[in-house]
């Protein structure tokens, strides 16, 4: 029998796998089984073998992610096996039930799922590094590990499958790793699109349904309605933030494509109930609502009496029917009346649910119909919110232009008395605009008729397919203000007098410790104009607000931007009672640590109690995509993490005592804030740096890698201040100082400590017992820690053509290092690096020593490219060689900016 049993029985998953690919690579490369084994590091091999083995090396650290995301499967079926849903931590059965545990009572539980709204935002940043055909290819070898592990097979049809996975490993083998050229941002919209299609349109409903039993198995008494919570949006397309790529055209082509996914998703839906409703006139008694619901959706098609030919006596099927053509209208496909709101097409679905019901067909319902109709209440007709993203630089600089044109003088400067009056004075009278467009510069004509697609969109009676206007490093009331004039000039205000409202969502993107800062007073000066605040009222009275945490970090450090962003929060939520409006916050999060990307749980977990309230949006960045949808799984269980994490902090969060806002604590913090930015700038300020972080770090080769659409630096300038901050984590990370997770840290708890001794010292550790906020921060640094190697860093300072330089700037980083180890360990009970998370310690473990043979072939490299740079090209291989470098360590870090 032990034949016949699963793979999880018979062979450990990364076993398989390495086996496979050792299989694969030996018969092609005989010399790399070597590499791949460990007996020969990468940066001894000669250079005609270098692409070829961080190839292989590159292709295993894929295969062991697959691994792990299957393991990680396994282990929650298991635990699910055994103790039943609610033992799966972070799902919505275990947080219900520590929320019914807790006393929470039944009518407190349906006021916070009656305004749940959770955000998944889909962005196009460029971190990630694979290419969608290797990504499919990962897709197909993760589904075929899954038919081994949970299908009985006979030996030959086992050893088929197995056959099958080699043959993807070898295509894996043959595709290449590298981008030929830079994706387009139609490339781009297309690839975030499929996640939709292979993975999130069908996971949403399988979503609700988590949801509704949780409930039920907890709360047995009530009859607790679940709506459909989520409402996912995308920058795809429409963020042109230094994206010289995203145009106005770009644009109305996202939002085009966005709603054609839909409808072809919701065309092979119908399809399916066309197959599968074969409930027949002559078994059941057809309720006579139904049938006047049926004559009229016939009517619609313009076909009626061939629909009824083909379906004689199954009116269930003929109603399907008649949907399906009026979907198919909506693509020209055919001559009945197209859909016009998603509203009358979920109508129709809702009355098929229903009739199901009066049948006694429930389970069919909710098997074929109910899921349909949630999805067209969670995507409408668009997929996404498209959100539109703008520097104020530039949004700035075409207000001024449009004013000095109508003026016919040279318009005031931002920040000025007179710019404030002047912006003012334009929306107080409802100012149109009547420049001639083709006198404007092209920046102006674009963004104008940006605003005109924006128009157009908003005019759609389903609504919803524009989100909102993100105004990047927005740093006063002034830069949010001349977003509104400009909607204006674009008509989407109806009133032209200034007396109504403005149809757009105009949201800030506070981004620097001091635009954090500032951020509650900018709002309130906001929210004090009444253009906006009427404006505000129309949708829903919610002001959202985004919060920046690359440019935070790449401003203050680890530390200081997480503090100042917490802050930032609690303040803004206070300001909201004031102002007498809804607040929700929008985090700009990425996938490495500093950049926000925590583990999504517990970084909801630690969020100031009361600031989420049911709402709450994230952006999902580059491989954090790929990473959380690739699979339908894994896809599923993120977005149960997240949708029950911000439940759980609607219902819990300002009883909970890790939450409390205790003085001691906060003070602590504060001045913790204070010596860390100080000696984080201290870094960043100390002379040479900008050469140390050039040349100790492939940040200027990262551009060869084609894995975005838009450029590294926002405006083309060479300082850090105009470098975005996923080139900076990215550099960072590649030559393992990651000092973006924690530098300054150490230095911080160590003056702490000096200045206040022994009582500071247990005053860290009890916030590191009772503030789940604190807590995180140091559990993070400690991850971060443990990934960071000064050994592998020393060689990387090695390439900074001034020795004193590289030495000195080297050194401060590696005294920082262990200065913070120290502290670290001291607060969290002398515990070793990572000691608190074992299997994130074992998976690094497991690719530490080939992880080091890479670091040191690419500084190799690094040194090679760069001798021939400026006297003849560098050659083909060591380039190439050199992004596989870079690939490999992405992978192995499992995220890149």
């Not at 545990?101 to 009518?107: C, F, H, L, S």
């Not at 007098?497 to 954090?516: C, H, M, W």
């Not at 803004?572 to 999060?589: E, P």
């Amino acid at each position: 029998m032990e034949e016949f049993r699963p793979l999880s029985f018979r062979e450990d998953v990364r076993s398989l796998l390495f086996r496979l690919l050792l299989s694969v690579v030996s018969e092609r490369e005989p010399a790399l089984a070597a590499v791949l084994t460990g007996a020969v590091p990468l940066d001894a091999l000669p250079e005609e073998q270098r692409i070829c083995a961080l190839q292989a090396t590159g292709i295993w650290f894929q295969l062991v992610t697959i691994a792990n995301e299957l393991l990680a499967m396994r282990s929650r079926r298991e635990l699910e096996q055994m103790g039943g849903a609610d033992e799966v931590v972070g799902s919505f059965s275990n947080v219900v039930g520590e929320i019914a545990a807790a006393g929470y009572p039944a009518e407190d539980i349906q006021a916070t799922l009656d305004n749940l709204c959770v955000g998944p935002t889909m962005t196009a940043h460029p971190t990630e590094a694979k290419r969608v055909t290797v990504l499919e290819i990962h897709r197909r070898i993760y589904r075929k590990l899954t038919e081994l592990e949970q299908r009985r097979w006979a030996p030959r049809e086992r050893d088929q499958h197995i056959s099958d996975l080699q043959s993807e490993i070898e295509l894996l083998w043959m595709s290449g790793e590298l981008r030929l050229e830079r994706p387009s941002v139609e490339r781009e919209i297309a690839w975030g699109l499929h996640f939709f299609r292979e993975v999130i349109f069908e996971a949403t409903p399988k979503l609700y349904t988590a949801a509704q039993e949780a409930l039920a198995r907890h709360y047995p008494e009530y009859d607790l309605k679940v709506p459909s919570f989520m409402r996912y949006a995308s920058w795809i397309g429409g963020d042109r933030d230094g994206n010289p790529n995203v145009t106005a055209q770009i644009t109305d082509y996202a939002l085009n494509e966005c709603r054609q996914a839909i409808i072809g998703w919701y065309i092979q839906q119908v399809r399916r109930l066309v197959t599968v409703l074969s409930v027949s006139a002559n078994v059941v008694d057809i309720p006579d609502d139904f049938g006047k619901a049926l004559a009229r959706a016939l009517h619609r098609t313009g076909c009626a009496s061939e629909i009824v030919a083909r379906n004689p006596d199954e009116p269930l099927r003929q109603f399907a029917a008649a949907m399906l053509a009026r979907l198919q209208a909506m693509c020209g496909d055919a001559s009945a009346k197209p859909y016009a709101r998603a509203d009358a097409f979920r109508a129709d679905l809702r009355d098929l649910e229903n009739v199901l019901v009066q049948l006694g067909g429930n389970r069919a319902a909710g098997r074929f119909v109910r899921p349909l109709r949630q999805q067209v209440e969670s995507f409408g007709f668009r997929t996404v919110s498209l959100d539109i993203r703008q520097n104020s630089t530039v949004v700035n600089r075409v207000l001024a232009e449009l004013f000095r044109v109508a003026d016919g003088t040279e318009a005031p400067g931002p920040d000025t008395p007179q710019w404030t009056a002047r912006i003012r004075s334009a929306l107080h009278s409802g100012e149109q605009l009547s420049a001639d467009r083709t006198i404007l510069s092209d920046e102006a004509q674009e963004l104008l008729d940006l605003f005109d697609v924006i128009r157009e969109a908003s005019s759609d009676p389903n609504g919803g397919a524009i989100g909102a206007f993100i105004l990047s490093m927005t740093r006063s009331s002034d830069d949010l203000l001349a977003v509104y004039v400009l909607a204006q000039y674009a008509g989407l205000a109806p009133a032209l007098d200034g007396s109504g409202t403005i149809n757009l969502r105009v949201v800030p993107l506070f981004e620097t410790i001091a635009d954090l800062r500032a951020a509650p007073e900018i709002l309130d000066q906001l929210l004090g104009v009444s253009i906006v605040r009427r404006s505000v009222r129309d949708f829903g009275n919610r002001q959202e607000v985004m919060l920046g945490y690359s440019d935070s970090n790449k401003d203050g450090g680890f530390l200081a931007s997480n503090w100042e962003l917490n802050k930032a929060q609690r303040r803004i939520t206070a300001l909201s009672q004031k102002r007498n409006v809804k607040i929700s916050f929008f985090h700009g999060r990425g996938g490495s640590v500093s950049r926000g990307g925590a583990p999504t749980g517990r970084a909801i977990a630690a969020q100031p109690a009361g600031t989420i309230g049911g709402v709450m949006r994230v952006t999902e960045q580059g491989e954090v995509v790929s990473s959380k949808f690739a699979n339908r799984g894994t896809g599923l269980y993120q977005l149960e993490i997240l949708a029950a994490s911000v439940f759980a902090h609607s219902v819990k969060s300002r009883n909970e005592l890790e939450l409390k806002d205790t003085p001691e604590f906060s003070e602590a913090l504060e001045a913790l804030t204070g010596m860390s930015q100080a000696s984080y700038s201290g870094l960043i300020r100390e002379p040479g740096f900008i050469d140390y972080f050039n040349q100790a770090s492939p940040v200027e080769e990262l551009s060869l890698l084609k894995i975005g659409s838009r450029p590294a630096r926002r405006f083309g300038a060479r300082d850090i201040a105009d470098l975005r901050a996923i080139p900076w984590v990215f550099a960072w990370s590649q030559n393992r100082h990651l000092i973006t997770n924690w530098y300054g840290t150490g230095s911080a708890l160590n003056s702490f400590v000096n200045v206040r001794g022994e009582v500071g010292l247990d005053l860290l550790r009890q916030m590191f017992e009772r503030s789940r906020f604190f807590r995180l921060i140091v559990d993070e640094v400690d991850k971060g820690l443990y990934q960071s190697d000064m050994d592998i860093g020393h060689l990387y300072a090695g390439l900074v053509l001034d020795h004193e330089v590289g030495e000195r700037i080297y050194g401060k980083i590696a005294a920082e290092y262990a200065l913070t180890r120290k502290m670290i360990s001291q607060i969290n009970g002398g515990l070793e690096l990572s000691e608190r998370f074992p299997a994130f310690k074992r998976h690094f473990d497991r690719i530490r020593p080939q992880m080091d043979s890479i670091h040191r072939l690419q500084v190799q490299l690094l040194r090679e490219v760069r001798a021939r740079d400026g006297n003849s090209a560098s050659p083909k291989r060591a380039v190439n060689a050199l992004l596989l470098s870079i690939n490999c360590i992405s992978a192995g870090l499992g995220w890149t900016g």
